[in-house]
């Protein structure tokens, strides 16, 4: 059972560029969010969906995409990339998105935009 | 503001020994009190969660305890390991009006577990 999976680990961009980073989870689960990390900061929302076919804002969604086509999926899209945005990013998904389910975390993906 | 203060930022211990994570917050309308464990590198791991009702709950050698009416919660860890070493994220949810929650993350305690 893999989880939350992903990809890349590791991402290096120049200002301007765009890129996806890609989340996918097999535990059939209806919630799906992105989180990003900073030093000496808790982990803030960015964008989270509670089904397929519906997403919404998160505390700092700005500079980013999101799209949920598919139960299992849930890519967030730089749109210009930014050395603001340079952080640990977390995909996490549960099986609600309210009160006592337990979110369950990928691995983070490390963006430095330079 | 609805904000989560965890103390010590960090903390040194030897194997074998005890040690309380502390963690206030001020979130309201208060849902449930989460406790994660992020190691070096990987994403956070869900220990525990507790709801209103709940003052105690345990997970292996991991006891937290929640104080609704003081606003506060602790982590202990019992005979501490090499493995603990981590650092412990404590989460609060709030119940938004019209449905729905909000999580409000605390910044971790660091703790390092040595021999």
């Known amino acids: 059972n893999a989880g939350v999976t992903q990809t890349p680990k590791f991402q290096v961009l120049k200002t301007g560029q765009s890129m996806t980073l890609q989340c996918a989870q097999d535990m059939n689960h209806e919630y799906m969010s992105w989180y990003r990390q900073d030093p000496g900061m808790g982990l803030r929302l960015i964008h989270y969906?509670?089904?397929?076919?519906?997403?919404d804002q998160g505390e700092v969604p700005n500079g980013y995409n999101v799209s949920r086509s598919t139960t299992e999926d849930f890519p967030l899209r730089l749109l210009s990339a930014a050395p603001s945005q340079t952080s640990v990013y977390f995909c996490a998904s549960s099986s609600s998105g309210r009160y006592n389910s337990p979110l369950h975390f990928g691995n983070g993906t490390r963006l430095t935009v330079t | 503001k609805n904000q989560v203060e965890q103390s010590p930022q960090s903390l040194i211990i030897l194997e074998g020994k005890n040690c309380t994570l502390q963690?206030?917050?001020?979130?309201?309308?208060?849902?449930?009190l989460r406790w994660y464990k992020q190691d070096t590198g990987r994403g956070p791991v869900s220990l525990t969660i507790m709801t209103f009702s709940e003052n105690t709950k345990s997970n292996g050698r991991y006891t937290a305890t929640l104080d609704a009416d003081t606003k506060q919660s602790s982590l202990h860890i019992t005979a501490s390991q090499l493995s603990d070493s981590a650092s412990y994220i404590c989460?609060?949810?709030?119940?938004?009006?019209?449905?729905?929650?909000?999580?409000?993350f605390g910044t971790g305690t660091q703790l390092k577990v040595e021999l």
């Open positions: 969906s509670v089904g397929a076919g519906i997403t």
């Open positions: 963690c206030n917050y001020t979130v309201s309308p208060f849902s449930n």
């Open positions: 989460v609060v949810s709030r119940i938004l009006t019209g449905g729905g929650n909000k999580l409000t």
